[in-house]
């Protein structure tokens, strides 16, 4: 969280090694801790298992089905070479129906996606 603005200038794009680990919570915490308020953080990404890079909004807190941030709507629920079409984005391979979450082949790509859709605001 401390380091967030190295990953992107806008201090709303944080990213984990690996994913599979509870973290929202922790997030929260640490948001509080530091008293970080504006900008909150909007997406994390993080490789899954099969090692795909992964940007998924962050929900506003206590609220588990609302993001601070959607990823956008013309992207939802489209998948590989339609999603980099439409995303204008090198290997993104979907967008969850309801925008919460995205993937792409590698991390430039899945950066790419979390600055795009703070564009998108």
């Known amino acids: 969280v401390k380091s967030r ?5 806008s201090g709303e794009i944080i990213c984990l090694p690996s994913g599979g680990l509870p973290w929202k919570g922790h997030l929260y915490d640490l948001e ?7 900008p909150l953080i909007k ?7 099969a090692g795909m890079w992964r940007i998924q909004a962050v929900s506003v807190e206590g609220k588990g089905f609302e993001n601070r941030l959607s990823l956008p709507k013309e992207w939802r629920g ?15 391979t979907f967008c969850h129906a309801s925008g919460f979450i995205g993937g792409n082949k590698s991390f430039e ?6 600055r795009r859709a703070l564009e998108n605001g």
Request: glycine share 8%; with cysteine.
């Open 109 to 114: 790509g899945a950066l790419e996606m979390a």
């Open 78 to 92: 489209v998948r590989d070479e339609d999603l980099e079409k439409v995303a204008g984005i090198e290997g993104c």
């Open 32 to 38: 509080h801790e530091y008293n970080i308020t504006d």
């Open 5 to 9: 603005f190295e990953i992107d200038p």
């Open 43 to 49: 997406y994390l990404l993080y490789t899954d298992q």
